[in-house]
């Protein structure tokens, strides 16, 4: 009983823990980003009403932008969920939305008003993403089945 109560206690995580908890972030947060902002993306009648009108923070035209985000939100999300190109997919949806925060969304974080702008949760995306670039998909990832990849 008090072995248990000191694992519990440890500062430490074993191998086990540390991979369920990769997973869990990996799946939990962006099977969120996808289905909440990269479903939208990849519909035709949002890119017609959207696309013309949407934010260009890096000045590369609305359509290019538009793009940008949806590989961001649509396909990297889904390269995350299964451990595929973890790091790569992450620091891109990482860059992505930072970029997003501070020139589109001016930094917001606590939402006011009719419509509030819930900055918490773009921060949440890119911190998780910023996360899983440095510390990579772990155990339970296609990145480690397809390239075999051991804990070092």
């Not at 992450?90 to 501070?102: G, K």
């Not at 949440?124 to 070092?152: C, H, M």
Request: hydrophobic share 50%.
């Amino acid at each position: 009983m008090l072995n248990q109560l000191k694992k519990c206690l440890s500062v430490y995580s074993s191998g086990l823990a540390s991979d369920i908890g990769l997973l869990a972030l990996r799946i939990g947060v962006f099977v969120s980003l996808l289905l909440k902002h990269g479903v939208e993306k990849i519909d035709p009648a949002f890119w017609t009403e959207v696309g013309p009108k949407f934010p260009d923070p890096a000045h590369i035209g609305h359509l290019p932008s538009l793009t940008v985000a949806m590989i961001s939100d649509f396909v990297c999300s889904i390269l995350i969920v299964l451990g595929l190109f973890t790091r790569a997919a992450s620091a891109y949806v990482f860059v992505v939305l930072a970029v997003a925060w501070a020139f589109t969304h001016n930094f917001i974080y606590f939402g006011k008003g009719l419509e509030p702008k819930h900055g918490e949760l773009i921060v949440i995306y890119f911190t998780v993403s910023l996360g899983l670039a440095l510390l990579g998909p772990g155990k339970w990832s296609l990145d480690r089945l397809l390239w075999n990849r051991k804990e070092q």
